[in-house]
């Protein structure tokens, strides 16, 4: 698998190969939302713009509407996250949201390092 980009709505993006990524939730996000209870994802088909709210998680703060930072077509929902959400806040790096096919990668995308920087100088 190729590195990590991460979008400064707090989603990242691993590709498997050009045409596919998995979507998850940075740790930062995590974080700030504290304990997961719930994830609303979409469904297998559906298609995406980047920038569209794709799913939501609920945590016991509040519930947050997640974007995706590429555009394209859900080719599978981590079907683990509906029984146990709180996967998410013990590893947001390998409990992805979804994978994508026929992805269209997004120009915003920062590296690891630009999205630290990002963090620290506020994260807004």
Not at 80 to 96: H, M, S
Request: with cysteine.
């Amino acid at each position: 698998m190729s590195e990590m980009k991460f979008a400064k709505s707090h989603e990242w993006v691993q590709f498997a190969d050009d045409d596919t990524a998995f979507i998850g939730i940075t740790d930062y996000a995590q974080r700030e939302l504290g304990d997961i209870v719930f994830v609303n994802l979409p469904e297998v088909g559906d298609v995406f713009d980047e920038g569209e709210v794709f799913a939501d998680v609920e945590s016991v703060k509040a519930v947050s509407d997640l974007y995706l930072p590429v555009s394209g077509t859900v080719a599978e929902v981590n079907e683990a996250l509906l029984d146990a959400p709180e996967l998410i806040n013990e590893d947001c790096y390998e409990a992805w949201l979804v994978k994508l096919s026929e992805v269209s990668a997004g120009d915003e995308l920062l590296t690891e390092d630009e999205y630290n920087a990002f963090i620290e100088a506020g994260g807004e």
